[in-house]
């Protein structure tokens, strides 16, 4: 299933869901949604009101059964890759995936790609910075192809 929320739909009410089932608690984390209406050339956005008390407003969950914030911080490393402005989280994407015998693969990757990417995409940096990401990157692929 793919689910398309529209920036202008978003809104800053946010809110930490929390139960437990079995014994195993989840947490997630719940963005409300507020669909903007032009109403004679004025734009309106705001909760789904039936009356006082009772907001039937639409909203998305994202549930976790681990830590959240790793997935987010990914999301966030991306959007920063994409855009090409720097981050002050170069390492996002392995501090939000901390490396394990069983993530390795994904983190490395991840990672390669990442600095690739911020590489190729920050025409600010110097010549032999970006030599010098390019190697790191060249010398983490060897690295895991030798332990594989």
Same mark, same amino acid.
């Given at each position: 299933?793919?689910?398309?929320?529209?920036?202008?739909?978003?809104?800053?009410?946010?809110?930490?869901?929390?139960?437990?089932?079995?014994?195993?608690?989840?947490?997630? +984390? /719940?963005?409300? =949604?507020?669909?903007?209406?032009? #109403?004679?050339?004025?734009? @309106?956005?705001? *909760?789904?009101?039936?009356?006082?008390?009772?907001?039937?407003?639409?909203?998305?969950?994202?549930?976790?059964?681990?830590? +959240? /914030?790793?997935? =987010?911080?990914?999301?966030?490393? #991306?959007?920063?890759?994409? @855009?090409?402005? *720097?981050?002050?989280?170069?390492?996002?994407?392995?501090?939000?995936?901390?490396?394990?015998?069983?993530?390795?693969?994904?983190?490395?990757?991840?990672?390669?790609?990442?600095?690739?990417?911020?590489?190729?995409?920050?025409?600010?940096?110097?010549?032999?910075?970006?030599?010098?990401?390019?190697?790191?990157?060249?010398?983490?692929?060897?690295?895991?192809?030798?332990?594989?």
């Amino acid at each position: 299933m793919r689910v398309n929320v529209y920036a202008e739909e978003m809104t800053d009410r946010i809110q930490i869901i929390s139960k437990e089932i079995e014994g195993q608690r989840f947490t997630g +984390l /719940r963005l409300y =949604l507020e669909l903007p209406a032009t #109403v004679n050339g004025q734009q @309106y956005q705001g *909760p789904f009101m039936h009356h006082p008390g009772d907001d039937d407003s639409s909203a998305v969950t994202f549930w976790g059964k681990r830590d +959240l /914030r790793n997935v =987010l911080r990914k999301m966030i490393c #991306v959007l920063d890759t994409h @855009y090409g402005q *720097p981050t002050d989280d170069i390492a996002g994407i392995l501090s939000a995936a901390p490396p394990t015998a069983d993530r390795m693969p994904d983190v490395v990757k991840d990672a390669i790609a990442y600095s690739r990417n911020f590489a190729n995409s920050n025409p600010q940096l110097s010549g032999t910075t970006a030599t010098h990401i390019h190697g790191l990157c060249n010398l983490l692929q060897r690295a895991y192809s030798e332990k594989q």
